[in-house]
């Protein structure tokens, strides 16, 4: 498959520390590629990075072979702190990032991504009539409808209960599984990150570097408590210094 996204030596400093040191990594077309590693180690800058929001002190980021500089039309950040309107209803936070087509167009694919991820029949719901997971449903609808070629996803579910967290998973891969979307997951949990993920990069403490890869071959749906994700899981923990937990 082809490069989607190429991160090239990138290198990140703050005031001077160290934060992100020499990664390297590609993420080919239609890819899913989860992110894990310690706490602070520098996760949500390198995906900002990738996202096109901070630039690197040192090394690129390109999309489809063009050097990125700012964030583009091509991807869309879903995050773990929310990103809907609050004075907008489910249907006019759909309708705000279209640009074309009547108003009669926008709202039928605002229902269409609404009905797709569990929505239908509040669409004309407020975000603060919304428990939390029809509210991350709502961000996840918010950010297909402009259809981007990348999602890049910070902790998006770490908000959520453990039930609800699982369900997301789900209702996540049942998208995926309708719509072509390249991924990108920054998360610190392990278990999401086999559940979801085509292949799984370690970074290691800050400053940060690419620690591991491992490719995930197992079809989804997927049991966690199938071996080869359980010894997985254990190579994943040994890497982050968690061994036998």
């Known amino acids: ?11 990140k400093n703050f005031n001077a520390l160290p934060v ?7 993420v080919a077309d239609g890819e ?26 040192q090394g690129a980021v390109s999309i489809d072979g063009q050097p990125l500089t700012k964030p583009g039309p091509k991807g869309i950040v ?15 936070n759909l309708m705000f990032g279209l640009n074309s087509g009547s108003d009669s167009e926008k709202a039928a694919l605002a229902d269409h991504y609404a009905e797709m991820v569990g929505l239908k029949g509040f669409e004309n719901a407020y ?24 999602l890049y996803m910070d902790e998006p579910f770490s908000a959520l209960d453990a039930l609800m967290n699982l369900k997301m998973r789900n209702e996540l891969l049942r998208v995926l ?10 998360t610190h949990d392990v278990e999401e990150a086999i559940y979801l993920a085509d292949r799984i990069l370690v970074l290691s403490p800050r400053p940060t570097r690419i620690q591991a890869s491992f490719r995930v071959d197992h079809a ?26």
């Open 78 to 92: 879903i995050s773990q702190h929310g990103s809907v309107f609050p004075w907008l209803t489910v249907q006019q």
């Open 32 to 57: 899913f590629v989860a992110i894990v590693g310690p706490s602070g180690c520098g996760k949500s800058t390198l995906m900002k990075i990738v996202a096109g929001f901070e630039r690197p002190d």
């Open 127 to 150: 975000p603060h009539e919304l428990s939390g997971g029809m509210l991350k449903r709502a961000e996840i609808a918010r950010a297909l409808v402009v259809k981007p070629e990348i």
């Open 220 to 245: 989804h749906p997927r049991k966690l408590s199938h071996p080869d994700l359980l010894q997985l899981k254990e190579d994943i923990l040994a890497q982050l210094g968690l061994s036998g937990l």
């Open 1 to 11: 498959m082809d490069a989607k996204i190429v991160v090239n030596s990138v290198k």
């Open 20 to 26: 992100v040191d020499g990664v390297d990594f590609t």
């Open 177 to 186: 599984a309708e719509e072509r979307h390249t991924v990108l997951l920054i």
